[in-house]
Every structure is written in C-alpha cells, then in structure tokens.
C-alpha cells in the first residue's frame, strides 16, 4: 500500500527557511519520481518541483528556482524539500506525490499524494 506523509511545515517569517520532509512507504522509493505540489487557499494546486529517479530536479515553477531544492535518501525512504527566503506567497499547504518512473508534464500524473503540511509565510 502506497504511503506518503509529509512533515516539517509551520509558521516562518518572510526570508526564512524550512525544510520538509516525506515519508514514503509501499513502493520503492528509487524507482520513481516524487514530485511537491502546493496549494494556496481559494487557488488552484499547482506543482512546484519534481525529484527524478535520477538526474536534475524538474521545476514547475519559475518562481522557486534558486530558493527551493530536493534531495531524497532513497535508503530511509525519505525526500526533503528545503526552502530558503521564503515568501508570503509560498503559503499553502505543501503535498509530496508519487509520480511515474520519470517527471511528468502533467500534475495529472501524480497518482498518489500524502495529507500536506501547511506553510505559512508571515510578512
């Protein structure tokens, strides 16, 4: 049975930094790609970054490049998000998904997603 479960969100002020952490289980975690979504209230989700089984992250949105990274330790079934100088409109509530044996184009292909974590960026 798939499992994701992310931790690590909370409260950080503008310009600080947070590292989220995935808990995958169910799967091997090597042999897909995990991608983090977001998603702010009253909109709609959107992706933000893609681990690859291998190779460089795929970035969704242009808005994060320099200031968010993935890394995962495939051992621990684990995949970490680090954000640095966040901003207000990084709020959302942050999900991990399992996606496909490569990065998708599509949101629509990641099948399996964990509860979120919630990220709040005060100004």
Known sequence: QVQLVESGGGLVQSGGSLRLSCAASGFTLDSYAIGWLRQAPGKDREGVLCSPRAGTTTYYTDSVKGRFTVSRDNAENMVFLQMN??????????????????????????????QGTQVTVSS
Request: proline share 10%.
């Open 85 to 114: 100088s966040l901003k207000p409109e990084d709020s959302g509530v942050y999900y991990c998904a399992l996606g496909p044996t490569f990065c998708p184009y599509s949101m629509s292909s990641y099948k399996n997603w964990g």
